[in-house]
């Protein structure tokens, strides 16, 4: 079960030694889910809420790389990796090189920067792309308007800046949330 909730008190019983944390649950469908399970012992997975894009925002996004894509030359998903290590998220990591292959099974977008040996093993040093998926609503904005500045500066069609703004505010306000 997955809910949403804040954190309305948290408190510790001197004598028992005991914390106790109150949530406020905003699904009455999780509510009836957990007086179900009331007195169970819980593993708890807990994680920071963060507004998924708006379907707009999505297919302004994909509006803007295809028509990127014919104009640089490149197929609509190359254009969006493109992008992605343009005005994208990255992190820089290290990996071994015996754990390479596995590794690239899992990234869409990643550039080998260089390679060491420490202590007979060697380690790759590795740049990583995040899907835009994974972008909170200040990520996402910036990729959208880096690929707005490529369709300009080839002189293509941009979307009407209204919209893009309307697209960007209507993050999370999305009853049906999308991810590509």
């Not at 909730?5 to 001197?14: G, K, L, M, P």
């Not at 300009?152 to 993050?171: C, N």
Request: charge should be neutral; charged fraction near 30%; glycine fraction near 4%.
């Amino acid at each position: 079960m997955r809910a949403t909730a804040n954190i309305r008190h948290i408190s510790t019983e001197w004598l028992e030694r005991e914390q106790t944390v109150t949530f406020q649950i905003q699904e009455k469908k999780a509510i009836n889910e957990l007086k179900k399970l009331e007195g169970d012992t819980l593993i708890l997975d807990v994680d920071t809420f963060r507004n998924k894009r708006s379907r707009d925002a999505n297919a302004c996004l994909w509006w803007c790389i295809r028509k990127l894509a014919p104009a640089i030359n490149r197929d609509q998903w190359s254009t969006y990796l493109f992008e992605l290590k343009r005005y994208g998220v990255c992190s820089d990591i290290k990996i071994r090189a015996d754990a390479l292959e596995t590794f690239q099974k899992m990234w869409r977008e990643y550039e080998i920067t260089g390679s060491e040996v420490v202590n007979g093993w060697t380690y790759n040093y590795v740049t990583v792309y995040y899907g835009s998926s994974q972008y909170d609503s200040a990520q996402f904005k910036v990729l959208l308007e880096g690929v707005i500045s490529d369709l300009e500066m080839l002189g293509l069609e941009t979307p009407l800046p209204e919209d893009v703004r309307q697209a960007l505010e209507r993050w999370g306000k999305d009853a049906k949330h999308y991810s590509r």
